[in-house]
């Protein structure tokens, strides 16, 4: 006999029934009961992943949803100075510029906008409007006899939004009533 066949002392012969678990046919020896019971718990743990899986896919869809809702915003805002500064390069081009050159340019703008405006970004109206704190930053007023009192007369900056978000308030001037000759004023004797 090799030491294979040597048992440490006090070893006991394995009883019959966990040699038949451990063997390939403890399932055929198991209990109805313990199946039936095993398998509802697996069914039931392959129900809460599911659950699981479900409710991780929908917030990754919101979070998604949300990343592209704010970074419209951002992009747009950060862009914003650039269409600026643009126009108001196009505003002041010098004499003898090549007219292509100035097309090109202005066609390129023109795109700007148009991916600004595919984000959702539009113009505020100003000139004409009524003054609105929301919409508007009053920077100053004009006398105007043209236009009541609190009308929009000038737009120093345009503003932007995204649907009712304000992007930029658009800075302007209001109209104010021209003053009265004689009042304030010292009145010659």
């Known amino acids: ?23 390939p046919n403890r399932l055929a020896e ?17 129900l809460r992943l599911a659950a699981d899986f479900a409710n ?14 704010h970074a419209g915003p951002t992009l ?12 108001r390069a196009l505003q002041q081009l010098p004499q003898g510029v ?7 340019i202005r066609l ?3 795109k700007l906008r148009e991916a600004l405006a595919s984000l959702g970004v539009k113009p505020i109206d100003a000139v004409g409007a009524p003054f609105d704190p929301r919409l508007h930053e009053a920077v100053g007023s004009q006398e105007s006899s043209e236009h009541p009192e609190g009308t929009l007369v000038e737009e120093l900056r345009r ?3 995204i649907g009712d978000r304000v992007l930029r308030p658009s800075l302007v001037k209001l109209a104010r009533r021209p003053e009265e000759a004689g009042v ?3 009145q010659d004797s």
């Open 1 to 23: 006999m090799g030491d294979a066949d040597t048992k440490p002392p006090g070893a006991s012969e394995p009883d019959a029934s966990e040699t038949a678990a451990s063997g």
């Open 30 to 46: 198991r209990r109805p009961d313990d199946l039936s019971s095993e398998l509802k718990e697996s069914k039931a743990q392959h």
């Open 56 to 69: 991780f896919r929908k917030r990754a869809q919101q979070e998604q949803r949300e990343m592209v809702q």
């Open 76 to 87: 747009s805002e950060r862009l914003l100075p650039v269409l600026d500064d643009g126009e």
């Open 98 to 104: 090549d007219e292509n050159w100035v097309r090109g």
């Open 108 to 110: 390129t703008f023109e």
């Open 159 to 161: 503003g932007y939004r």
């Open 184 to 186: 304030g004023q010292p």
